[in-house]
């Protein structure tokens, strides 16, 4: 018996390798690179230059023949090389800046060979811009297929900061196809999808995309179907659209992960630092979280010798720092916690030193020092994080819209948290806080009063400026429609009201809260609702319904206490983890899921009746023998605490794991602000309103 | 049974290596004179194109000597496939293609690329070559090479009319003596290189830089480099064979030519014979030059013409088309005179088996370890011979040695049967393609399956996609353009009504074979185009209602000028870079209205693609999108439209005017009073900015500021009047207005104006964020008077914020609060205090 539960937990560890997707990536790059022959100049788009980052080093790029890299901006490019490689993603602004550039050189009768390598594909825009001014013909474009980044072991990305504006601002659906593209490309790498399950108007487009992509390439790839040994890795792809659940982007992330993404900023996975958190010494931890680390007695004079650095961009990868796999996805209450307790741990280590007496002992010691170091460093930097995070979180402001949050999720006395709204924009609280907390408000209140939203919308106009007029008419323009008026005015388009959004209902249908007292702390730790201190983010929830349907309507986890293994893996909720149910769509939950607004898509991809027939045998008997992964994409983006919330998922069942694939890493900040005028002028394209 | 195999084999090396010359084709009588023409053959097995050669003399009035430029295309076996006249300047060179075309490039720099059904595409090199003219080029499977009169390079790459790119200047007065390409594909680099026999030595060009190899043994009159680019061959005038590495690192052998006996006049050709021997042909003789110098002689009657293969070379006579080459591997280890391998026992064994001789018994035994390679071998070795019978010996020999392993996977056995079948089919004279074993697998079977198409022979291409188990779509799509090519309804009489029933029938016979055949994902796209381009529209749209993937479907769409559905088709592929072409197609194609009309008249059908014109629009064609709002009575995206140009404005008379248009826009909307209004205030603030501006004399900038920010600069810069006046006139809210005064006064540390401001009312924030807000900017004395204000309960901690453990361990006595005062104990940060704090305790008992 043991052994057999040996083996299913080894194997529970077998998840889909995601670093191969970033070999691709850097092949096709330095493929593309190898097209132009001799030296060149690069020329980047900077917002690729987060993503490169996660899949290439400059080395690399120096290796295959870069000479110089620039920022594609407007203004004089000089470059020595003959070859000119502008890298960007297709966009009129960039292709009038190239066409600037190719008139001036050809004006001051500079040679160049220009090369446009465009992420992700090729654009007819382009061209056609390039056209208009008259220099396509000097330019080769070719397409650089940048698909999904590896960010984490079990996290890919697009890494695609406007995919959410795109959509639900200027209803560019471009994103929807490049999602589809690179979806097939994982089908291709990993197996195909027996089953697209999906929830959301875009997800249903997205979902219809990829099924005619796989048909065609079906057709082209005839007999040698590559994924024979890979197929049945994956049992389905769940694609939620972030219109689905807009409430959990608005709240404010309280893992650790999400809590630096929220008052620091993380983008494409690293993150700005003050050097001197990144380099010791540091200040001998004092405060009430951090407090206790007794910080370690070895001397940290070489150290700091050794680790000098003055660069201030920090890459959060849990490949160089073991300790952040440990601390990402706790609530920050409990960062303190570990911290300590890591911090304990290293101290019994270095402790071990001094009682080392044989020659053995200490070079065993010895060999050991290096990850000692490694983790001391790590511990360092997330003591000195966390303690930059501290004070932070201690302003009124930012307690104050907790509060506010947690009451309006609870829709506990409604008109007083508008009140304190307006007090906080009254104090001058940031433009992007406030804006989420009226649209929580105005999602869960199902609309806000009109009298009170008018005159918010005018303090607020007047506050920050009247330049964010066409901000608020976009959030409350279809589709996103998330700052509504209650009772919606007569000349409302009859989409709006189909977009509103039934929370009171989800609330008690999805068990969404879980009361925050000390008494229930303990069951908040058994659900997902640990993300947000007491509240289960919906999208997550509606996973649940796919892929742990035990864990909606109680906490998985509470079973857990009188483990009793039996030999049989479908005796649910008695052996110490729960098997993984297979797959069957909806089921059980078509009720809830029709309340929530965008259709809800159950599409099994193979052949109907292989799948009826085989399915439940190959299920149960993969089941034992094999983990199967499920895909979870996000169209328009995640937050750090909805990947956190994921992994919790996963880490209930047995035999199943989860892929979280999005089109970017979102907060509610980062939305609101890719929503904002300066940066997109002019956002309510949508008719009627 | 016919010949023994070694029959014609020859010893090279003193007999270590075996060169066979394998008779394909007689080909006597069905060829032209070849040494009276210019010859291109195509490589893996494919046909020669012969044109009459102009600087030789012919004697008139034979037969088939035309006046025009006339070129012919005959098949290995002799079989004429094609000719065509040429009318189009002269022809400077012509050579083979990849895919089995004919590409011919006049002296003007137009090139031709025919297929074998006299189909072609017309490009050109560009002015550059037009003007200089062209004076050679060098034609290789994937592109060429053109040298204009002025010596300098053009590289053009593949077959689809790319753009010609001039390669680096080789820095030569004089036309080379003999120069050589190599493919992109067979370099180091991935980019085609050239060499160039100048003067005594070799230049290597390539799109960078030329590099003189520094080399003093030439000129050269034959520059060939092999199948595999890794070696070169090259005869120097004097008549020595020199064999180097691409690179000329190593010189691998060296022979003069001019001791071969029988050798008369000129050199002919130097070509490959595989990757390791070289052939070289006099009038009408050829000599094998293998890699240690030792030669083998073929004799032949008359002129000759020898084109390399991967894995050998073809001669080609006017009696013969020949093979040469290399025995291989297999082949030799079961034939060799003397053979003691494995192969050559299961052979021997078999042989004696069907003589029913008691040898093979022992034959078996001692073979017995080995068998599973000997096996392997005679599978191998049936698939390198030409003879059907010899074939099935071999292939028997391995059946019979399976018969005594255990355990043998068949497929390579059953494969290479397969294989067989589909070689010898197309060996046959009349389809005439001799391809070996090894150049199949070079190429590929569907390579294969698109030459034989291209020859219209569908049925055959049809049943060997079948057998191979590949997918029939090629063959179908091929035979369905020559389908509609050839059923062209008659032109006239038949009238509308017989020309719809013919496009109806003909599509309904391609959908049926399809059908049946289960080539279901054939593309009509491309038969709908050719339907279309010889002129029958119905049987196009026909066509195309079949076609699944929209992104061929659209453009023929557009072509055809069916706008609406070819929109319609690109929105709902998703694929919005098909609609922007299409929506870029149709606004330059289109009236502007029809365009907006169009788009407007689509509906929600068209919605995505409104949006994506609105996308592009705004950053490249702001004019028409105002124009596309405007007709559309948008008066909310028109007036959002004139505020973007607001943010976008630098001047601010023109920010005024756009803020007056949203206004003005909004305000036509009945259902938008709340924004017409919001722009009107803008309007008025951005006026009074001006004013304030002026009275500052434009130190203090504030046009553009938001309200409370413009009444923050004031205070900041002593205008308190002015921010009471525009608390006054844009009715700001009293709390807001406290807060930013507050925050104000504390920026410039006017602290009397705050305790003037404080009294001035009842504060309607309290008094608590007085403290909080002198406290968080440390000003912690000015602070507390503050205190006194607030809450009663609230005291005691707000004084210790500021610091004041006293007086806030006083106000705990003034309210007998001692819970409170224990609590303060037990934070105090120092014993000064901690004493302190224990005196009131004391005290309040």
Redesign the interface.
Known sequence: MSSDDQTNTQQDDSSLDVSILKDIAKKVLVDAL??V??AKTLVLDSSLAGPLGLVTEVALLKHHGVDKMFWLESGPLTSTTTNIIYLCRP???YARIIADHIKKHLKDGKKHLYTLLLVP?????VS??LE?ESVL?EVTILPYNLQFIPIADDVISLECDGAFKQLWA?????I??DS?QALDTIQRTYGQFPRIIGKGDYAA?LQ??AT?LQ??AA??A??DAGGVSTQGNIDSLIVLDRRVDMITPLLTQLTYEGLIDELVGIKNSHVELPASLLSPPNPPAASNVAGPSTSPPANPTPLAGLKKETKKKHHLATSTDPLYAELRDLNFGNVGKSLNRVARRLDENYKTNLQSKTVAQLREFVGKIGGLQTEHQALRLHTGLSEMLLPLTRT?AFNRSLEIQQNLLASYDVPAQITAI??L????TDLNTVLRLLCLASITGNGIKAKVL?NI???L???????Y??LL?FLSAPPLAILLPNPL?S?TPAVVSSLKYPFSGLRKSLRLLIDDTPEALDEVENDISFVYSGYAPISIRLVQCVAQKGGVLSNPAEKEKPANQTNDGQGKGLSGKVQAHPIVGWKGFEDVLVTIPGEAVDIALRGSGESSTISPISSLLRGREQATTTVVFFLGGCTYTEIAALRWVGRQNRGRKFLVATTGIISGNSLMESLK??TS?????A?G? | MTDHPTTTWQAMQDGNVFYRRQQLYSVSEKLPKLDDHVIAGCRYSGPLALMRDSSKIIVLGKSNVASKTQIQIFSPAGRPLLTFSWDNGKIIRFGWTHDEQLAILNEDGVYRVYDLQGDYQQFSLGSDAAELGVIDARIHESGMVAMLSNLSLLEVKGWEGG?PLTLASPGISEPPHAWAVIPPDLNI???VEVLLSAESTILTV???ETIDQRISRGPFTHVSPSPNGKSLALLTFEGTLWVVSTDFQRSMAEFETRNVVGAEGLVQQVEWCGNDAILVTWDSLAVLVGPFGDTLQYLYSGPTFAVTEPDGVRVISTEVCDLIQKVPASTLSIFRPGSTSPAAILFDAWQSFSLKSPKADESMRSVRPDLSTAVDECIDAAGREFDPAWQRQLLNAAKFGRGFLDFDNPSDFINMGQTLKVLNAVRFYEIGIPLTYAQLFYTSPSHLISRLTTRNLHLLALRISTFL???PDVVLKHWASAKILRSRPSASGTGDEAELGGDEEVCKLIVDKFQQLGG??VNYAEIAKRAWEVGRPGLATKLLDHE??ASDQVPLLLTMKEDRLALEKAVD??????V??VL?HLHKRLQLGDFFRLIEDGGAKL??AS??L???A???NREMLRDFYYSDD?R??SA??S??E???ASDPASVLTS?KAAQKFFSEDK?RT??AK??D??HR?LTYQQVLEKETDGKVPFF??????TIRTCLLNGMGKRADKIKGD?K??D??FW??KL?ALTAIRDFEGLDAFAKSKRSP?GYE?FV?HLVENGHNKEAIPYVAKCDSPRRADLYVECGEWRLAGKECKDRNDKTKLDELRKKCPNTLIQRELDQIATSMK
């Open positions: 190898n097209s022959n001799g966009s009129i602004k594909r090729k654009s007819i825009m056609r811009v208009e013909g200027d209803g560019d659906e471009s929807i196809y589809a487009g219809r995309l005619l048909r065609q057709s082209a005839a007999p009124d307006e007090d924009m009254a104090q001058g008018e919308k005018r303090d106009l007047q506050t920050y400026g009247y330049n007029l066409p008419l005015p000349f005028p300066p002028p002019a956002t309510p394209a008719a309103l | 753009q680099s991935r980019h390539d799109n960078l188990k590949l997918k279901a994902d699944s993937r592929s998703g694929d919005t870079d098909l922007y072409h870029l919605a995505p949006k994506l609105q996308v592009y705004r950053e490249q948008r909310v995206e959002v439209l505020l973007d607001a943010t976008r803020v259902d709340f924004e919001m722009m205030e803008s603030l553009g500021l938001s309200i409370i920010e844009f700001v809210p709390k807001r807060y930013v925050h924030i964020a909080r």
